[in-house]
């Protein structure tokens, strides 16, 4: 995927990149390193520059968030709750349950948009309940943007200040991101440890 992606950077430009970063909204398994790393790289043997290439993957990104924000909007607060009131019982989820997230998501969710821009997956998949909360969309549009806009200009610049070694970023993002993936799984492992507790508690 690698080579397809630098490749298709090269013929393309910031159009390339635009649209890469957009795609890597929508279907996480797409690298953003390897795309921001290398568009940095870029700017040193090409006409691309460090301010064209920040402005482009910001705007792919931010559009992407807004489609998932669409999908999370579409699906909305009242499908949800009917789907937990069908089928919760087996999945051992209330509607309490739903309302302590939301609640919860509503208090702290501009952060936590700004913050999860910082955080493989759930960089793209956090626009999902934000939209299914009809987050006030000015305000999450200028959420993501500046989270996304910080994480842009530091894999931009280390890709540019790395130049041809730009690979050894990519390694140490990969480094980086398993370390975030284990981590998200020891919370989850967590949760559902604590939400299962506390069922029994209240049999």
Not at 49 to 68: C, D, E, M, N, R
Request: overall charge positive; aromatic content about 16%; charged content about 15%.
């Amino acid at each position: 995927m690698e080579q397809w992606i630098t490749h298709f950077m090269e013929q393309h430009g910031y159009l390339g990149i635009g649209l890469l970063i957009f795609l890597e909204n929508i279907f996480p398994p797409i690298p953003s390193e390897i795309i921001l790393t290398f568009g940095g790289f870029m700017t040193t043997k090409s006409d691309l520059s460090f301010i064209g290439v920040t402005i482009t993957s910001t705007l792919g990104s931010v559009i992407g968030a807004i489609v998932l924000y669409g999908v999370g909007a579409w699906i909305g607060e009242r499908n949800l709750y009917r789907f937990v009131n069908r089928y919760g019982k087996f999945l051992r989820v209330k509607t309490k349950d739903i309302d302590r997230t939301i609640n919860w998501f509503e208090k702290y969710g501009y952060w936590t948009i700004f913050f999860c821009r910082f955080v493989p997956l759930l960089r793209s998949l956090i626009s999902i309940p934000a939209g299914l909360t009809r987050m006030n969309i000015p305000l999450f549009i200028l959420f993501t943007t500046l989270g996304t806009l910080i994480w842009n200009m530091v894999l931009i610049y280390l890709g540019q200040a790395v130049g041809g070694n730009w690979h050894a970023i990519v390694y140490y993002m990969d480094i980086y991101s398993k370390i975030i993936y284990l981590v998200l799984i020891v919370l989850v492992i967590f949760i559902i440890w604590k939400w299962i507790k506390r069922q029994k508690t209240h049999k």
